[in-house]
């Protein structure tokens, strides 16, 4: 049947957000975003795209979607680390190799026609969002603020000529074990001397909470992989979104003689009732399932963990560590996501292990010369 490429314009939006919720629907791991989010997210509102571009794709096979895609250029990440790099991002596709073909060509066509020479994804939008495709752990659900995606998504990015870039790994580790002896006494002499106290987030007063917080993250991921520091505007994006969510064992500091050091931030794992909100929370039919899974929440995901450069080699990643599996058995927890982090990043990973994290997933970061 004929297989067509089409710009989607604002005007369609709701047609692009709509699409994996069709795609997907009866999937038993796919979880989906709330579709107002991830409109917002992609709405020119949104404060990432006043320093970045893109364009919409789906494709249609006898007018019906089969696909889409979202070539996006980010001008923060590319004069903050001196490349000419396109990204895609909020891929979904049936399997269907010509349909995959089309789009990944409508893409890369017009990150080359901006002058971009070379392409890296998934990213939704950027690593400061969700990105990565699942590459490793199809078998169960997505912790919040994680992608999901079938095995055949490797075979449609591949066959298009993309080729491994870096690998995020996400880890799990139970709540109940205890910590390692030689663990907990780092952590022992961290605190010995009262330079370092743990200050937990004033839920009330979140504005000041997030300015260390944005202080911490520019600092401690300078130099990492794919690193973009976060603008005052995101960070006030980031408050909106956590400020309902936020409890104070959820958000944690540490500080040196009253500076702020590092910082770890958890969530509950909302993915459980996301699930059963397929998409909106104002729909009568699907909200008692989003409010009784609200109830059936056993686990949570530390989604950030950073310490200063001036503060690190101190022990003050351990000490947040410890803090995080404190503050999951507090709220009952049975277990802990932590993600993600990079495949060589063998400091943070040897740590993670030592406390009884192992690798249950991974996603995967593709990259493709234009």
């Keep these: 049947m004929p297989?067509?490429?089409q710009v989607i314009d604002e005007g369609r939006l709701a047609e692009f957000v709509?699409?994996?919720?069709?795609?997907?629907?009866?999937?038993?791991?796919?979880v989906g975003d709330l579709k107002k989010d991830t409109t917002r997210l992609l709405g020119p509102a949104h404060p990432f795209w006043a320093h970045a571009e893109r364009r919409l794709f789906m494709a249609f096979r006898d007018g019906i979607p089969v696909g889409r895609i979202a070539a996006v250029i980010n001008r923060a990440h590319n004069d903050?680390?001196?490349?000419?790099?396109?990204?895609?991002?909020?891929?979904?596709?049936?399997?269907?190799?010509?349909?995959?073909?089309?789009?990944f060509?409508?893409?890369?066509?017009?990150?080359?026609?901006?002058?971009?020479?070379?392409?890296?994804?998934?990213?939704?939008?950027?690593?400061n969002e969700t990105c990565g495709m699942l590459c490793e752990g199809f078998d169960f659900p997505p912790a919040i603020m994680t992608p999901y995606n079938p095995p055949y998504y490797l075979r449609l990015v591949e066959?298009?000529?993309?080729?491994?870039?870096?690998?995020?790994?996400?880890?799990?580790?139970p709540s109940a074990p205890d910590l390692p002896r030689r663990f907990e006494r780092i952590v022992s002499r961290v605190m010995r001397d009262g330079r370092v106290e743990l200050e937990f987030v004033n839920v009330k007063n979140i504005d000041a909470a997030l300015a260390d917080l944005k202080e911490i993250y520019n600092s401690a991921w300078e130099k990492n992989w794919g690193f973009v520091p976060m603008t005052d505007a995101e960070i006030d994006e980031l408050a909106r979104g956590l400020r309902p969510l936020l409890?104070?064992?959820?958000l944690f500091f540490a500080k040196v003689e009253g500076r702020p050091a590092a910082f770890c931030l958890l969530l509950p794992d909302f993915n459980v009732p996301l699930k059963a909100a397929r998409g909106t929370l104002s729909n009568p039919l699907t909200l008692p399932g989003f409010l009784l899974g609200m109830l059936k929440i056993k686990s949570g995901r530390l989604v950030a963990l950073g310490v200063k450069n001036e503060f690190r080699n101190k022990g003050l990643e351990m000490l947040l560590i410890k803090q995080a599996i404190l503050s999951s058995r507090k709220v009952g927890w049975e277990y802990g996501e932590l993600s993600w982090t990079l495949e060589d990043n063998e400091k943070i990973n040897s740590v993670i292990e030592m406390v009884g994290g192992r690798v249950y997933r991974r996603h995967r970061i593709y990259r493709k010369a234009l």
């Design 247 to 250: 409890k104070p064992d959820y």
């Design 18 to 30: 709509d699409f994996p919720f069709r795609l997907f629907r009866g999937h038993p791991c796919w």
């Design 159 to 173: 066959d298009a000529g993309f080729v491994k870039e870096k690998d995020l790994l996400a880890w799990k580790r």
């Design 3 to 5: 297989l067509t490429l």
């Design 105 to 127: 060509s409508g893409a890369g066509s017009w990150l080359a026609t901006k002058g971009m020479e070379f392409v890296r994804g998934p990213m939704n939008p950027s690593t």
């Design 80 to 103: 903050f680390h001196g490349e000419r790099c396109g990204f895609f991002g909020f891929f979904d596709c049936q399997d269907d190799l010509a349909a995959s073909r089309l789009l």
